[in-house]
C-alpha cells in the first residue's frame, strides 16, 4: 500500500503564488509517472500536470506557462509550482501515483487551494 501525502494548499490573492508538495511513502521509481489533478466544485477532475519516471511532462493547456511540476527522486516527493494564479484555479488538488506492476492508481487526500482577494 502506499500512502500519498499532499501539503502546501491555502488561500492566494490573484497573480500569486503556491508551492504543492506530494510525499510517497515508497520510491518514486516504484511509480511510472506521478501527477496532480484537481476537482472544482460541481466540475469533474481533471488533469493538471505528469511526469513521468523518465522525467518527461505534460499539462494541460489552462496551466502552461504558469504551472511547473518537478520530482524529486531522494526524498520520494513531486512538486507544482502555481504562478500567475487565477480565481478559477480554485480548487481541491490532487496528487496521483501510477505504479508499475500494480492495476490501480493512488490517490492522496487532497488539497485546497482558494484563489480570491
Known amino acids: 500500500q502506499v500512502q500519498l501525502v499532499e501539503s502546501g494548499g491555502g488561500l492566494v490573492q490573484p497573480g500569486g503564488s503556491l508551492r504543492l508538495s506530494c510525499a510517497a511513502s515508497?520510491?518514486?521509481?516504484?511509480?511510472?509517472?506521478m501527477a496532480w489533478y484537481r476537482q472544482a466544485p460541481g466540475k469533474e477532475r481533471e488533469l493538471v500536470a505528469r511526469?513521468?519516471?523518465?522525467?518527461?511532462?505534460n499539462y494541460a493547456d489552462f496551466v502552461k506557462g504558469r504551472f511547473t511540476i518537478s520530482r524529486d527522486n531522494a526524498k520520494n516527493t513531486v512538486s507544482l509550482q502555481m504562478n500567475s494564479l487565477k480565481p478559477e484555479d480554485t480548487a481541491v488538488y490532487y496528487c496521483?501515483?501510477?505504479?508499475?506492476?500494480?492495476?490501480?492508481?493512488?490517490w492522496g487526500q487532497g488539497t485546497q487551494v482558494t484563489v480570491s482577494s
Open positions: 496521483n501515483a501510477v505504479p508499475i506492476f500494480e492495476t490501480h492508481d493512488y
Open positions: 511526469i513521468t519516471r523518465g522525467g518527461s511532462t
Open positions: 515508497r520510491s518514486m521509481l516504484s511509480f511510472n509517472a
